[in-house]
């Protein structure tokens, strides 16, 4: 899928759980949120966008995306 | 002309704790106390004449047909304006009420026409019912003198000047003033149901008629055609149209609307399976006998020539379609899923539900994507609507769903209107919510756009928080902080029943100085008193309610206003009885429904994700197949998926995705990308225009099931005539899951409502049967709560403690600048629903037959825009021309639009951006530039050109040997 929209969405998320107070709640709000309601080839495309750095990602989103398992392609 | 199947016991019902005895004509009775002696005398089979009462409004007294004799009482009271008392003894029938009676007959008739056989009230007119049962036999007055029925002088052909001919301007009834009575039950009826107030009494005595507006017609007056007055006239003066045309009705069924989330009952009064009119139900509990211009007469859609009753396939959307039998388009559907399937995947495919369909129907599509396509890639309209309100109530609340009945409204004293617009979108529940406005509640609104609420016939806001578009979330947070610093908290709601860490932590954000009225006024716009002025208000009152609607939702930050707004009723304690609450408008008939069915990729029926093993353990029992634990596609996902080429199949049911989702040049670039899009319609929507099999659909009158509205209220949906592509909807899904291998053997829609039941424990309750008894029934329904739940959260919250939620306010990335100076927002209109699929094919377009842009008149002028000239408008995704609307409605600075008319191409305009937890597109926010233009767009005339050439292909359809 387009990655520039899947960075949006992602940095998007990040904006709201930007306002929880520690970087834990921060990172993991962002990442329980990536894991529930995204589809798994939009995980596995960000994921491997933050594994090779994940420049356009927040800082806490990419710290988020890293933690997501990948699920195996069906 | 009242319903021909209810029984009108002339006043109101009274609630009392107190029971009234009396004696009427010898019979004890037992009342509430406060009910008049007429109602009473109903109660036990007593018919007292009656001509200005009606159970629908208040006693008037007027007419004085209705008297009685009371023991120990002078004269001769009337019976609607008089209450019962205890041990009162009452005569309804003797000779000299007869001989009064019989006297005030003589006099109406005096002035009303004889034409009973060919009236079209004839067999149902309260005027000929009362002469009959008075026993009038000679009118002594004669008809020469001054009249109001006769065109010329009797005798001397001159024009008789208290003569009015008829107002046939209204598309759906007349108003034939020669046979008015002057029983004020019509002006009563705008007043008090309605709360328009465009009729009145105009002039005294013999000169009393009765008026729309200041003497307009009615087409041109403030009416809105609610019909409340065509139903509350007891003679032919207001009548239907269709009444004229046909005759009276023979039988009647109850139903329920298929237009907005109020999910109004109705009576389809049928002529065999030839609907005569529609009737609102008295005894409806979600609109107690009202009704809308949509609901009670847009409904000639369902038998317009546009229908399209037979299926059609083609291999590509530049062939012309092919009319095949049911089984030939079935069998080729269900081959291209299986051959996409087969080439790009099991998640190559999926569906989208209908919001406007019934809840069985939408239960088995969303089954057919999870048992039979093997994946969850299935999603609704709500998707585009409501999905922020899912989402934001379940983290918060427990539930995705609004808290309360719309009766609670009558217990509030502070009504809060967050982006909405009842009286256009919710019209019948706005009446309601205007009845108690004018009963003394306060009313604050937060809207961009001067809405009609504001400002309105005996009804005008305390606040009116005129804020900039895209601020919400900056509105809620000051509101809160004034609660928060102020010390409006309600302590003891919060200790016991929130969770007490998540509270402090948001105690906490929203004390920060940066959140105050004043840091934020220059975001928002509104200024810092009046923002605290009215937090103080809101949170000072017993009971202060919340309703909110797509000014919500449709934003990049909707989920966190809905969350917003669920923290503020917790910390005032405005959750949990009556008057208080948060209460989403819903905006289609059945998008809480669809969304209860399990149309959300991430989650099964009864709001379950769909990874959490027990629930799908569950459904796979009962469906015998191995369901997928991982979410699927959302709908704008599977726009991007389908333009990655990895998304190739769509089933869509009733829904009109090229008009009604942003960004339509994306979207119809998707659905090109496709190889089979199935579509279930009953036109040849925008969608079909891209799609390669076409199910005819059935409308709601064609079908039995359920829709549940607003109120999580579960509402039966009957069938009044057979489907005119002899298949229901539901037969369709089941017919395309058999081809694909997958059984499915429903008989009747009731057992599918069944199965739902049993796998879904808010509904464990539910079925035909009890909703037939009950005659609706409001989820959860179960054994805690057999009869159903009209108030969530009263003793504890769903998900036990209330939690609360920091909303920080991230303001949205579509920002105006140089190039893009204006700010659109988008909305709806009174006669006009959603696509307009539906209300474009009925006289409804005499209001609204194109979209305007509603231009603040110094915006326009510095672009020499003037009223009706045709303006592009143009965004960063996409331009579109239509007549400018000059308004101070909107603030300078915004622009406004409605989307109900494809070739005003509104959505060509808003951009990708959506809500960050569901991608709900943020319609309500799109920055644009404005200029004067001589002709249409780009995009404009790309589309007439697609869209005739696919007319055409429809009219070129051949016709398949087997079905001819």
């Known amino acids: ?74 | 002309m009242r319903s021909i199947a209810e029984n009108d016991l002339g006043t109101p019902a009274r609630e009392s704790a107190k029971q009234v005895t009396l004696i009427i004509d010898g019979r004890s009775v037992s009342v509430p106390e406060g009910t008049s002696v007429m109602r009473a005398a109903a109660l036990a089979d007593l018919k007292i004449p009656k001509l200005c009462a009606t159970d629908q409004l208040e006693a008037f007294g007027s007419c004085r047909l209705c008297l009685v004799q009371i023991e120990g009482m002078k004269g001769y009271p009337a019976s609607c304006t008089t209450p019962v008392a205890e041990g009162m003894k009452v005569t309804t029938q003797n000779g000299k009420l007869a001989q009064l009676r019989r006297g005030v007959m003589e006099l109406y008739i005096s002035d009303h026409p004889l034409d009973c056989l060919t009236c079209p009230a004839n067999g149902h007119c309260e005027l000929q019912d009362m002469a009959g049962a008075v026993g009038l036999r000679e009118v002594r007055y004669g008809y020469e003198g001054d009249n109001h029925v006769h065109k010329y002088v009797p005798g001397k052909g001159e024009a008789n000047p208290r003569f009015v001919a008829k107002d046939e301007s209204n598309p759906y009834f007349t108003f034939d003033p020669s046979k008015c009575i002057v029983c004020s039950r019509c002006v009563r009826a705008c007043d008090e149901q309605q709360g328009t107030l465009a009729l009145t009494i105009q002039g005294r005595g013999f000169d009393s008629k009765v008026s729309a507006s200041v003497a307009e017609s009615f087409l041109e007056s403030e009416c809105v055609s609610c019909g409340a007055c065509v139903q509350a006239c007891p003679t032919a003066t207001l009548t239907e149209k269709s009444v004229i045309a046909k005759g009276q009705a023979e039988h009647s069924e109850i139903t329920t609307c298929a237009y907005c989330g109020v999910g109004c009952s109705f009576r389809a009064e049928m002529r065999g399976e030839e609907i005569i009119r529609m009737v609102p139900n008295k005894d409806g509990h979600a609109n107690h006998g009202h009704s809308c211009v949509k609901g009670r007469f847009a409904i000639g859609y369902a038998t317009h020539k546009d229908r399209i009753t037979k299926p059609m396939i083609r291999a590509k959307i530049s062939d012309p379609w092919r009319e095949v039998s049911w089984d030939d388009a079935i069998a080729y559907a269900a081959s291209e899923f299986k051959r996409i399937q087969g080439q790009y995947g099991r998640d190559s495919v999926g569906a989208i539900t209908s919001s406007r369909c019934t809840n069985e129907e939408v239960y088995v599509v969303q089954k057919l994507v999870r048992a039979a396509f093997g994946n969850n890639n299935v999603d609704t309209c709500a998707r585009v609507c409501h999905s922020p309100t899912g989402y934001g109530l379940k983290q918060t609340l427990g539930e995705s769903a609004g808290t309360q009945t719309f009766d609670s409204v009558m217990k509030a004293d502070v009504i809060m209107v967050i982006g909405a617009n009842p009286t256009d979108g919710h019209p019948v529940f706005a009446s309601q919510m205007k009845r108690r406005l004018r009963q003394g509640a306060r009313l604050i609104v937060a809207d961009p756009r001067r809405i009609d609420l504001v400002r309105t016939p005996h009804i005008e806001a305390a606040h009116h928080l005129s804020l900039r578009p895209g601020t919400n979330v900056a509105l809620i947070n000051s509101i809160a902080h004034v609660v928060v610093t102020e010390g409006f908290v309600n302590e003891d709601f919060v200790r016991a029943r929130c969770d007490l860490a998540s509270f402090d932590k948001w105690r906490i954000f929203v004390s920060q100085e940066r959140h105050s009225p004043e840091a934020m006024q220059d975001v928002t716009g509104v200024p810092a008193a009046e923002v605290r002025a009215a937090a103080r208000l809101f949170a000072s009152v017993p009971n202060a309610a919340i309703y909110y609607g797509l000014g919500v939702t449709e934003h990049s930050q909707g989920s966190t206003m809905v969350m917003g707004i669920a923290n503020l009723a917790m910390a005032t304690g405005n959750v949990g009885r009556e008057g208080v609450g948060v209460n989403p408008l819903r905006g289609q008939n059945n998008v809480q429904g669809s969304c209860d069915m399990g149309s959300f990729p991430h989650e099964l029926p009864g709001y379950r994700h769909v990874s959490d093993d027990v629930a799908r353990g569950a459904f796979e029992a009962e469906w015998n197949v191995k369901l997928s634990p991982e979410q699927g596609l959302r709908i704008p996902n599977m726009f991007e998926a389908a333009l990655d080429g990895e998304f190739k199949g769509l089933y869509v049911q009733g829904e009109d995705i090229a008009q009604s989702d942003p960004n339509t040049q994306h979207v119809t670039a998707s659905l090109s990308a496709m190889e089979c899009i199935v579509v279930q319609d009953l036109f040849l929507n925008e969608t079909a225009k891209f799609a390669h099999v076409f199910l005819p659909g059935s409308s709601f009158l064609e079908k039995d099931g359920t829709f549940t509205n607003a109120e999580r209220r579960i509402s039966r949906v009957r069938k009044v005539m057979s489907p005119k592509s002899g298949v229901g909807e539901w037969e369709a899904t089941q017919k395309l899951a058999n081809a694909l291998g997958y059984p499915m053997n429903y008989t009747h829609p009731s057992e599918i409502m069944d199965e739902i039941a049993r796998l879904t424990p808010t509904f464990h309750g539910v079925s035909f049967d009890k909703i037939d008894r009950l005659g609706s029934v409001q989820w959860p329904c179960n054994d805690a709560a057999p009869e159903g739940t009209p108030l969530m959260h009263v003793d504890a919250f769903v998900r036990g403690k209330g939690r609360f939620l920091v909303t920080e306010y991230v303001p949205t990335t579509e920002k105006v600048n140089a190039k893009y100076p204006l700010i659109l927002t988008t909305g709806r209109i009174l006669s006009q629903y959603n696509v307009g699929a539906q209300t474009r094919r009925t006289e409804n377009l005499a209001w609204h037959s194109e979209d305007r842009m509603e231009i603040h008149p110094h915006d326009a002028e510095v672009r020499g825009v003037v009223e009706g000239d045709w303006v592009g408008v143009t965004s960063r995704a996409g331009d579109t021309v239509m007549r400018a609307h000059l308004t101070d409605r909107v603030q300078a600075g915004v622009v406004y639009t409605t989307f109900h008319h494809p070739f005003s191409g509104a959505n060509v305009i808003t951009t990708d951006n959506s809500d960050w937890a569901t991608n709900c597109p943020e319609y309500k926010v799109t920055a644009v530039e404005v200029t004067r233009v001589s002709q249409p767009s780009e995009w404009q005339k790309r589309y007439r050109e697609f869209s005739d050439r696919q007319q055409e292909l429809l009219r070129a359809a051949v016709t398949d040997v087997s079905v001819k």
């Open chain 1, 1 to 74: 899928m387009n990655l520039e929209r899947l960075v949006i969405m992602a940095n998007d998320i990040g904006g709201f759980f930007g306002g929880e107070p520690t970087a834990e709640e921060r990172i993991a709000g962002v990442s329980n949120h990536l894991a529930k309601f995204w589809d798994p080839r939009m995980r596995r495309q960000i994921v491997a966008y933050a594994r090779e750095g994940g420049a356009d990602l927040s800082d806490h989103v990419r710290a988020a995306v890293l933690r997501l398992d990948v699920p195996p392609k069906t």
